[in-house]
């Protein structure tokens, strides 16, 4: 029922910054809490940050806390990363993922989401 396409990835050295855009069809985007997540190759998709539906509660990994940012816009339907300061570990695919309904503990683990986008590749070179 929700599709999602993310854009904004690329190549870019250490310490520089990315946008990363997820849009989402359909009319009940508001409703949903989303994530990013990457993933690296021979690596567990891990989780990135998440944001619940309305924006008002955030959660971040340790290792990218004070250097990503997500936001959402639902009158646009597309959710953001902001990342700065990369570093060359944050190297991977990024997906984000749509959930409907989630628990209240654990709810930025990727088995919680229910929809995914198809990825984008972000490169940092050292």
């Known amino acids: 029922q929700v599709q999602l396409v993310e854009s904004g990835g690329g190549l870019v050295q250490a310490g520089g910054s990315l946008s990363l855009s997820c849009a989402a069809s359909g009319r009940t985007f508001s409703i949903y809490a989303m994530g990013w997540f990457r993933q690296a190759p021979g690596k567990e998709r891990e989780s990135v940050a998440t944001?619940?539906?309305?924006?008002?509660?955030?959660w971040y990994a340790d290792s990218v806390k004070g250097r990503f940012t997500i936001s959402r816009d639902n009158a646009k339907n597309t959710v953001y990363l902001q990342m700065n300061n990369l570093k060359f570990e944050d190297t991977a695919v990024y997906s984000c993922a749509a959930a409907k309904a989630i628990d209240g503990s654990s709810w930025y683990l990727p088995s919680k989401y229910n929809y995914w986008g198809q990825g984008t590749q972000v490169t940092v070179s050292s």
């Open positions: 944001i619940n539906y309305n924006g008002g509660l955030t």
